[in-house]
């Protein structure tokens, strides 16, 4: 499973947020999940290593503010949706990815239907089996990428390259500016 993956790697449990609906964690509800995304957002740091993980259902609602091209906005659906509704990729955006500290190294594994777009980055790829590269999202603003990009190139130059090819644990420790042991430290959600 992920957390013990995660935990081989040097993640802390106690760094972990895990939601699941297995009655042993708090449940993966709109709440719960909105709340572990705002917690993970204050407690990255720059030079932080986060790993976010959904497993769980995907759907599509219809765009409610006009940013979509398909007319659709791609969504999470958390366990109580019937009653408080499903998350929204604008939503996703919003409270996750546009409020990040610039700095901070972010994987996203979204295992669920409609997942290519539901971040709303600013390039995607469509498995229909005609596409063969990543296409732009023409309405992504670019400027905060590159500042993105400009610190992860900082931060390959800086490292051993020998040790990042190691493995991840070698990465995910240039990743956050430090030794082995600052990996310990980071952060992780589970859902």
Known sequence: NIAKYLSS????????????DDGMHE?????????????????????????????GHGGSVEDDDGDEEDGRDETL??????RAGQIRDDDLLKYLVKPMKRGVLVTCLMD???SGTVLDLPYNFYADGR????????????????EIA?????MAMASDLAGMAAGAAGFASAASGGGAEEILDECCVIL
């Open 9 to 20: 790697m040097g993640f802390q449990q106690h760094n972990m947020t895990i939601l699941m």
């Open 131 to 146: 596409q063969t590269s990543m296409r732009r999202n023409e309405d992504f603003d670019m400027g905060h990428l590159m």
């Open 77 to 82: 659906i958390p366990l109580d949706f019937q």
């Open 27 to 55: 449940e993966p509800t709109y709440r719960n999940i909105m709340e572990a995304f705002k917690w993970i957002v204050q407690e990255s740091q720059p030079g932080d290593t986060v790993w976010i993980h959904y497993s």
């Open 150 to 154: 400009a610190f992860g190139v900082t």
């Open 112 to 114: 669920c239907c409609h």
